[in-house]
């Protein structure tokens, strides 16, 4: 069975350009979660997506988004970038809203760099 | 809100030897607790869970941890270290009905040969 995948594997950017990160969930998995985990902040916790909707959102500006599409897979999008905003992004998913079961399964990360 | 404190940023172990990673965890509510490894430019593996059955959780990897509610911890032990369990494991927090993750700060695991 295939896990988490994200694209792209690395990222570079400048300064006030947008990126656009992608994320494919297990197959079953109705939830996904995006966490940024840069350098000497750890791994914190961005958003959280449930059957299309925005579940809950972590302390950070409001040109971090995302969405996510009927098939489950999501997106997230930083505007305005910022040198501060390089690190890994780490999606996960998990069962949804309504299961006990809450584990969550993390992808390989997309590593984004803002130069 | 939750907070999750790992002892130890690095901890170094000699192969065959007992791997005791620390976790405490502070939270209102009962917690679900977490233990993850990252192994270099890698994501984020799930080792354990423990989400309110068994206080003695076993893992993946003959990883296992206790949670001790009156010490507020979940400490992650092996009887016997591997080389191959070198890398940065993470202690996690969520509470039921928030499935955010709050993550410790990590513990290197070096394994000395």
């Known amino acids: 069975e295939a896990g988490v995948t994200q694209s792209p594997t690395h990222l570079i950017k400048t300064r006030g350009q947008q990126a656009t990160l992608r994320c494919s969930p297990i197959s079953g998995h109705t939830s996904v979660y995006w966490y940024q985990q840069a350098l000497g902040l750890g791994l914190q916790f961005l958003l959280w997506?449930?059957?299309?909707?925005?579940?809950n959102r972590g302390n950070f500006p409001p040109r971090f988004s995302g969405r996510q599409f009927p098939n489950y897979s999501s997106e997230l999008n930083v505007n305005a970038l910022e040198l501060e905003d390089s690190a890994l992004y780490l999606c996960?998913?998990?069962?949804?809203?309504?299961?006990?079961?809450?584990?969550?399964?993390f992808g390989p990360g997309t590593r984004l760099t803002v130069l | 809100a939750q907070s999750v404190t790992q002892l130890g940023s690095h901890v170094s172990v000699s192969e065959g030897a007992l791997v005791l990673l620390r976790c405490n965890y502070s939270?209102?509510?009962?917690?679900?607790l977490f233990w993850y490894v990252q192994y270099p430019n890698q994501g984020l593996q799930l080792l354990l869970k423990y989400t309110s059955a068994a206080t003695l959780v076993k893992g993946i990897n003959g990883f296992e941890a206790e949670f001790k509610k009156s010490e507020t911890s979940f400490h992650l032990t092996k009887p016997s270290a591997h080389m191959s369990d070198a890398a940065e494991y993470f202690c996690a927090v969520s509470v039921k009905g928030r499935r955010a993750l709050t993550f410790g700060s990590g513990t290197r695991l070096q394994v000395q040969p």
């Open positions: 997506y449930d059957e299309g909707e925005e579940r």
């Open positions: 939270s209102s509510v009962p917690p679900y």
């Open positions: 996960a998913s998990s069962l949804g809203l309504a299961s006990p079961e809450v584990s969550q399964y």
